[in-house]
């Protein structure tokens, strides 16, 4: 019997015509249960079709978006299929905070990347002192585990607690992020990818540095909204 790599115990996974062709399961029912608990239901909530930001009834266009576009070039589509609640919300506090690396394992095996025809899959970097004490980069650890080609083509400095600010506040701090390297972007279509989404100025002040680099489109990826 394997164990659950999430909560370690020993599971069965049954074997039967339905099963034989799908790869052995990671997770037993339990653990996958509070997956889809927080998967993000598309089609059953109302939603922005960009952001996935869940719409109160009295916005006609997402708030937010629109907050966004008046200070940053727009992304084209976020991609994302776990709200930030649940069993998400205590796995990336103990993987980011607890510097628990072996979640990634967990976060490797349920996180599934968009299939677009993406000539560059960039992270989003966390600052080099963060990942320092951290001993490792949550995003790059969780690609590499996925087995995905990426650039590291941005590099960014300690900031303020982000959640601590307002959003007007958040705009009108200085970006960031600076390009650490020299890449041809011109005319590429770029995915991002970030561990968590909320009001999206960070992947937008990303999006900013980037777009001198004349990229014709930005998808973004994050684990969590």
Request: positive net charge; glycine residues 2%; contains cysteine.
């Amino acid at each position: 019997m394997p164990n659950c790599i999430q909560c370690h115990k020993l599971f069965i996974d049954p074997f039967n015509a339905l099963t034989f062709y799908r790869r052995p399961a990671k997770l037993c029912e339990q653990c996958t249960n509070q997956w889809k608990e927080i998967a993000l239901k598309l089609t059953l909530q109302q939603r922005c079709s960009k952001c996935l930001k869940l719409l109160e009834k009295t916005e006609s266009v997402c708030l937010d978006c629109a907050f966004l576009s008046q200070q940053y070039p727009l992304m084209h589509q976020l991609y994302c299929d776990f709200k930030y609640d649940g069993i998400m919300k205590q796995l990336m506090h103990q993987y980011k905070f607890m510097k628990d690396v072996a979640i990634s394992d967990v976060f490797a095996t349920r996180l599934r990347l968009p299939r677009g025809p993406y000539d560059v899959i960039i992270p989003i970097p966390s600052p080099y002192e963060r990942d320092l004490e951290r001993t490792f980069n949550p995003v790059e650890v969780v690609l590499k585990k996925m087995k995905v080609n990426y650039e590291q083509l941005l590099v960014t400095r300690v900031r303020p607690k982000q959640s601590l600010l307002g959003k007007q506040l958040r705009a009108r701090l200085d970006n960031p992020f600076e390009i650490s390297k020299s890449a041809d972007l011109e005319n590429k279509y770029v995915l991002l990818v970030d561990d968590i989404y909320t009001t999206g100025i960070t992947v937008h002040q990303a999006i900013a540095k980037l777009s001198v680099r004349k990229i014709r489109k930005f998808d973004v990826f994050t684990f969590a909204r």
